[in-house]
């Protein structure tokens, strides 16, 4: 097996493992991927420092997991690839990239992490996906519906993420947390219910976990996480932040709960918009792509 891209040292990537922790991208279970696309971002920027603020956050993380009482990243492993030189100016051509990244990772056999960016990796992230899976599901944690067909004269938006996705029209998905819908939005979702399911935030206090994670019963799951989803008052560090949204223990239940009824196979965590000498919001990244990963592939 060899290594499709360059690798960081592991004090330096995900997590700052020591020697004890530390494996090869050959035993590794998990690749980071770093994607720090920024190219239609329609309110606040910042996102393109997203990866970098969750990684130096990680190193903070502590590795045992009161959940599952153990340190999960021993049983798994993982590595982090070097950010690769992105094209902002061609979201298109960004995404191929991150295409080839994701897929060489999935061939290999290992569980590829993107930490974004904006939501517009995520078509990129998820085409290998869509391509080894033929009943994938996709767990989508948001603010926003993302169902627009672009904005702003882009075609892959990051307010269209979702969208672009549902462009395969055989793929269906379970939204969590939306609180902002735009009236073009609603033909498109209307004539589209049989594959998309929206839990939405206003609704929170009568949410069923089971419920929600029913129809992701025996399948493989790609989890999508727009952290604008989280309430604002938790997630400030976005660009299109949104009060009413999802609390820490809100997402935890529902990624532990799908990870149990069927197979997480590949996430991405994105909008993570940094502010500086603000450390929270980074750490709240970070450990959620720990927590992801250990409910993934930590579980014994």
């Known amino acids: 097996m060899s290594v499709p891209f360059s690798i960081l040292r592991p004090q330096e990537g995900f997590l700052a ?9 050959e035993d590794a279970g998990a690749v980071i991927i770093p994607f720090g696309l920024e190219a239609s971002v329609s309110y ?3 996102t393109e420092n997203g990866p970098t603020a969750m ?5 903070e993380v502590e590795l045992f997991d009161e959940d599952l009482w153990c340190e999960p990243v021993a049983r798994y492993g993982v590595v982090t690839a070097r950010e690769p030189v992105i094209d902002n100016s061609d979201i298109a051509a960004s995404l191929k990239v991150l295409e080839a990244m994701t897929s060489a990772v999935l061939d290999d056999g290992k569980f590829p992490l993107v930490f974004g960016g904006e939501h517009s990796i995520t078509p990129g992230a998820i085409r290998p996906f869509l391509k080894k899976y033929d ?3 996709i767990l989508h944690f948001d603010a926003h519906a993302d169902l627009r067909d672009g904005y702003d004269g882009e075609h892959y938006s990051h307010a269209a993420a979702i969208r672009r996705v549902l462009d395969h029209p055989t793929v269906p998905i379970v939204s969590c947390g939306i609180r902002n819908i735009s009236k073009e939005e609603i033909p498109f979702y209307e ?3 049989k594959r998309i399911t929206i839990h939405w935030a206003k609704d929170r206090p009568s949410w069923k976990v089971a419920d929600i994670v029913r129809p992701l019963k025996g399948r493989p799951i790609y989890l999508t996480f727009d952290l604008d989803g989280f309430d604002s008052s938790l997630m400030p560090s976005t660009g299109t932040p949104e009060p009413g949204g999802l609390f820490w223990d809100d997402a935890i239940s529902i ?3 799908a990870s ?3 197979t997480i196979v590949g996430a991405d965590i994105n909008e993570l918009a940094p502010i500086e000498n603000f450390h929270s919001p980074d750490f709240v990244a970070a450990k959620l792509g720990y927590k992801i ?3 993934a592939l930590g579980q014994a």
């Open 44 to 46: 606040g920027g910042g």
């Open 293 to 295: 990963l250990n409910y």
């Open 260 to 262: 149990t009824v069927g």
């Open 191 to 193: 004539a589209n219910k």
């Open 17 to 25: 493992l020591g020697a004890d922790l530390a494996v090869t991208y």
């Open 255 to 257: 990624i532990k709960a």
């Open 135 to 137: 009943d994938l599901i």
């Open 55 to 59: 990684i130096a956050a990680s190193r």
